[in-house]
């Protein structure tokens, strides 16, 4: 072999493994999760938007059917054999995943100061020592009403109790519609649309919620009877055969017009603006009186954390950064209208009615659902059980006070409030 052909194979050789090199220091990170629905966004708008600025780290998203991701994602984590990041569920779930050492602490996460206590909640230790997930978006409640009705009634948007229950009455008396879109049937409804929706309100959101959880208030105090006195109120507008309306009976009695409000959660967005011929606004709780606080239920729904055995934890770290950016936050929110972004950072929404939802953030307090934090893990669960009694108090079997005192007894028979 010739001096000449022995440097070209060494410079040809040299040239591959160069080439060899760079290509093993591509990192891919792999996300599991349960939403399934959101792959096309992950593939042609946020991935792109984060491996643009991060050469070297690529990211799959490998999601789970939602009915199975619980399992599978522990099984997973048990074998060693699941992504770098999870999707978080809010609770429970995930801190039982970070209890067994599966998730690691975000705390001192760059980003991580973005988010409100209350954004970060559904994934806090109960000490408040450690955040183990970088909240992703929230679903906020209120109601979404049809334009055209309320053009044609004269009825302007109602900002207090007394003028919500004014709207309905010149609703009701119209005849043209029914005043009020929900059923009590699948029992949620009555208290995820009802209860959890206008109860912040009177007990005063996060106020209320924490002194429940440290049993300095009790279901029976009146911040927690009231609103199941205006949620009794309900019945008489909520129209013929409501005991045994479905979910889907309620969204399909509004979106083919014939009712005018719709107690609401945002996720019907993006249905009801396929469905729905009619024009539609939003507005949110109405307060007691004129000049009060205004409290709205700004639930976190989805988070992400990072697998504590991940062979790539700075690569990952450096992602969850990036979701914890108002970068992402305006991408994924208005990719996903009604499921909003829990940064601190205002993301505005291309979407009207989404926009019109997020921007009581600006002048309402937020809060959670006061059931899902601790106070669902016994037997029975105060969650399941304000669903029968919210349903119970709307069809009139059981009182207010009664639906109260049945509450905080279930909730007294295995609930000890810390001290």
Not at 122 to 135: I, K, L, M, N, R
Not at 280 to 299: E, L, N, Q, R, W
């Amino acid at each position: 072999m010739t001096r000449t052909t022995l440097k070209g194979l060494l410079l040809a050789s040299s040239i591959l493994g160069s080439a060899g090199l760079a290509h093993a220091e591509d990192v891919t990170l792999t996300i599991e999760s349960w939403r399934n629905d959101d792959l096309t966004i992950w593939q042609e708008k946020l991935i792109p938007a984060f491996e643009a600025k991060n050469p070297g780290i690529k990211v799959k998203f490998a999601p789970t059917a939602p009915t199975e991701y619980n399992a599978a994602l522990n099984a997973k984590l048990d074998a060693g054999s699941a992504g770098d990041l999870v999707t978080c569920r809010p609770f429970d779930v995930s801190l039982e995943l970070y209890n067994k050492k599966h998730l690691a602490d975000l705390t001192g996460l760059a980003g991580m100061e973005n988010f409100s206590p209350v954004a970060k909640s559904a994934w806090t230790t109960d000490d408040g020592s450690a955040t183990f997930c970088v909240p992703m978006a929230s679903v906020i409640h209120g109601f979404i009403y049809n334009k055209d009705a309320f053009d044609k009634l004269g009825i302007a948007i109602p900002t207090t109790e007394a003028e919500f229950f004014a709207a309905l009455d010149k609703i009701k008396a119209d005849g043209t519609y029914v005043p009020l879109a929900m059923g009590t049937k699948d029992l949620w409804e009555a208290a995820t649309m009802g209860y959890q929706n206008i109860g912040p309100t009177y007990w005063k959101g996060e106020e209320g919620r924490a002194a429940l959880i440290k049993g300095e208030q009790k279901l029976t105090d009146e911040p927690w009877v009231e609103p199941y006195r205006v949620l009794a109120k309900w019945k008489d507008y909520l129209g013929d055969g409501f005991e045994a309306q479905t979910y889907p009976d309620s969204q399909n009695l509004f979106t083919l017009g014939r009712a005018a409000i719709y107690p609401a959660g945002s996720w019907e967005i993006g249905l009801f603006n396929t469905q729905a011929q009619f024009k539609m606004g939003a507005f949110p709780p109405p307060v007691k009186a004129a000049g009060d606080t205004c409290y709205i239920s700004d639930h976190t729904d989805i988070g992400v954390g990072l697998n504590a055995k991940s062979a790539h934890p700075e690569e990952a770290k450096k992602f969850l950064s990036w979701v914890a950016s108002p970068e992402f936050a305006d991408i994924y929110a208005n990719a996903l209208p009604g499921f909003f972004s829990l940064n601190s950072t205002p993301v505005k929404m291309a979407d009207p009615l989404a926009q019109e939802f997020v921007s009581w953030r600006e002048k309402c307090k937020p809060t959670i659902r006061s059931t899902y934090q601790i106070l669902a893990r016994g037997t029975p669960s105060l969650e399941n059980e304000t669903w029968v009694e919210s349903a119970n108090v709307i069809n009139g079997t059981d009182t207010p006070e009664v639906a109260a005192e049945k509450l905080q007894k279930g909730l007294d028979s295995w609930y000890k409030p810390a001290k």
